[in-house]
């Protein structure tokens, strides 16, 4: 079956499922190079020189690595914020880190 053909949740879940197979074929040089596009894709946007908070993840081996913007955004004086779980609601919430030392 066609994930597009199939409902939302599983077509997502399809998709992430693909794009972390590409991910996990990618050389770290490959990854690396990759990573270093996206970084600076997000840089030249408009919405980062115009934005005072960064929201970012912090990433498993098999994603893009994005945290170098955190360093960037930290020394240009923005905001970060991570996703946090939070266990008494079972969900993620927005979580401002003011730099390397806040994260656990």
Known sequence: MDPADAHPTVAKAALREQIRRSLRELSPADRDASSG??????????????????????????????WALAGRAWSEGRSVALPSFDPASSTYRWRRVGGPGDLV
Not at 37 to 47: K, N, P, Q, S
């Open 37 to 66: 596009r996206i970084r600076e894709h997000c840089v030249a946007l408009g919405e980062w020189s115009a934005c005072r908070t960064v929201a970012l993840y912090h990433p498993r081996s098999d994603e893009p690595d994005l």
